[in-house]
């Protein structure tokens, strides 16, 4: 767990103001045009809350599985699930937050600090009030603009890994791809869960949802869906990869299996062709037959059983290699 001295901020949707809270101070605080944002809540702060906001635990609280986004309804209010993925994607390391918001309030609940939060807050109108369902737009838009920023990333390493791939294909290019590919399935099972949960929240009738915001929320809908594109194009050039991966080893395989058949047929040639003169040799080497006969006639017959034999290869082509 992550500890903060600021553990709850109230930012006044009216004038932007900002300022810091206890759990004492939430029971008397009047919840109208107002985002309460907590920090790694500990057990009073979050009972405090969920108190004035009149919800269980167990409804608000962030998803235990972080790469899962979701929605629930209430009589009065909408909670929904989002992750921030930061710089990097890692399935362990995902943030995830919890909104609730409804026509006067915005209550969010996250476990780490995120670059997406102080981004949305600084997009906040300076001379209108900003409703919170606006204020959650503004929060969702970065996270799915952390996740074009990640995708960029993959591009650039997944395009690294071909050429690698293409000059010097390693057991470790092989861990390398396969890493990557585990960790765009989780980012794409992530892109789906909140692709989902936009689109239920596009149909949802609550008043406080007007038709203009339901616009801005299609509008993120449509980048999620834009990236779980991106993604299987991702994933595809990595299987291809991999195909290609596995059609070099197999190329360099062939081609030590080619050379070794090359040297194994020269040494077939070379015994070959000498089988003969050492049969010859030994022959006259018996002292029978080698007293009778002049060492004249020993070397022709070793000489002819040397040169008829590489005719005959020559004849037959087996001394041509290509």
């Keep these: 767990m992550y500890n903060y001295l600021v553990m709850i901020t109230k930012i006044n949707l009216t004038d932007n103001s900002e300022s810091v809270l206890s759990a004492n101070e939430i029971e008397k605080l009047k919840f109208e045009n107002i985002w309460i944002d907590l920090k790694d809540p500990n057990e ?13 635990l167990n409804i608000v ?15 009065n209010s909408i909670v929904l699930f989002f992750s921030s993925i930061g710089p990097d994607f890692n399935p362990r390391d995902v943030t995830p937050v919890s909104m609730v918001f409804s026509r006067n309030f915005l209550v969010t609940i996250r476990m780490k600090e995120m670059n ?13 009030v900003d409703s919170p369902s606006y204020v959650v737009y503004s929060i969702i838009d970065e996270i799915a603009t952390e996740y074009y920023a990640y995708l960029e990333l993959v591009e650039d ?9 293409l000059e010097t294909p390693t057991q470790e290019l092989l861990k ?10 989780s980012f794409n099972k992530l892109l789906w869960y909140e692709r989902g949960a936009l689109f239920s929240l596009k149909r949802c009738e609550k008043d406080f949802l007007t038709g ?14 834009r990236q779980i594109g991106i993604v299987e194009t991702f994933r595809e050039i990595l299987s291809d990869g991999l195909d290609a991966y596995l059609s070099r080893v197999s190329n360099m395989v062939n081609m030590s299996i080619k050379n070794l058949t090359v040297v194994m047929l020269y040494l077939t ?20 037959f080698g007293n009778n006969v002049s060492w004249k006639i020993i070397v022709l017959l070793l000489f002819l059983s040397t040169f008829i034999p590489l005719i005959w290869l020559m004849k037959k082509k087996w001394m041509k290699f290509e």
Excluded: W
């Design 44 to 56: 009073e702060e979050m009972k405090a809350v969920l108190e004035k906001i009149d919800l269980p």
């Design 61 to 75: 609280k962030p998803n235990d599985i972080s790469t899962m986004g979701d929605i629930h309804f209430t009589e």
């Design 116 to 128: 997406a939060f102080n981004k949305a807050k600084e997009r906040l109108h300076k001379t209108k």
């Design 157 to 165: 390493e997944t395009v690294g890994l071909e050429e690698k791939i």
């Design 176 to 185: 390398d791809m396969f890493r990557l590919k585990s960790k765009l399935i």
């Design 212 to 225: 203009r915001m339901k616009t801005y929320f299609d509008d993120i809908h449509d980048d999620l869906t």
């Design 269 to 288: 040639v070379i015994t070959t062709i000498t089988t003969f003169p050492n049969t010859v040799a030994t022959i006259f080497g018996i002292p029978p």
